[in-house]
């Protein structure tokens, strides 16, 4: 059993930067892959990145891809993702999510993969 608890949201300016974290508890964070979901008003839960549980690799939404960072201290069971050149388009609630896994390299980019989810945390980006 995995539990998720986001923080870092907030309201920001566009061009401006955030950075999520999500704390996990449970033994077996280490072997989860985890992943960012953002979901805005109206619209379905979307994929933003996801880490492997080893840390060796990264996906990216290609919305996202060269302004959001993926990362993650297995010594401190958290995930990060931090957030660059933020548009009001990336508007949303956050959640972190977690997939536990054998697999070092696995990084999910499917809703229905994931196994944990945590409550969100809100991003608003004002123009």
């Known amino acids: 059993q995995v539990q998720l608890v986001e923080s870092g949201g907030g309201l920001v300016q566009a061009g401006g930067s955030l950075r999520l974290s999500c704390a996990a508890s449970?033994?077996?964070?280490?072997?989860?892959?985890m992943g960012w979901f953002r979901q805005a008003p109206g619209k379905e839960r979307e994929f933003v990145a996801a880490?492997?549980?080893?840390?060796?690799?990264?996906i990216y939404a290609d919305s996202v891809k060269g302004r959001f960072t993926i990362s993650r201290d297995n010594a401190k069971n958290t995930v990060y993702l931090q957030m660059n050149s933020l548009k009001p388009e990336d508007t949303a609630l956050y959640y972190c999510?977690?997939?536990?896994?054998?697999?070092?390299?696995?990084?999910?980019?499917?809703?229905?993969?994931?196994?944990?989810w945590g409550p969100g945390t809100q991003v608003t980006v004002s123009s």
């Open positions: 999510a977690a997939d536990e896994t054998i697999i070092p390299t696995k990084t999910p980019a499917v809703f229905g993969e994931y196994d944990y």
């Open positions: 449970g033994r077996t964070f280490s072997m989860c892959a």
């Open positions: 880490i492997s549980w080893s840390g060796s690799k990264t």
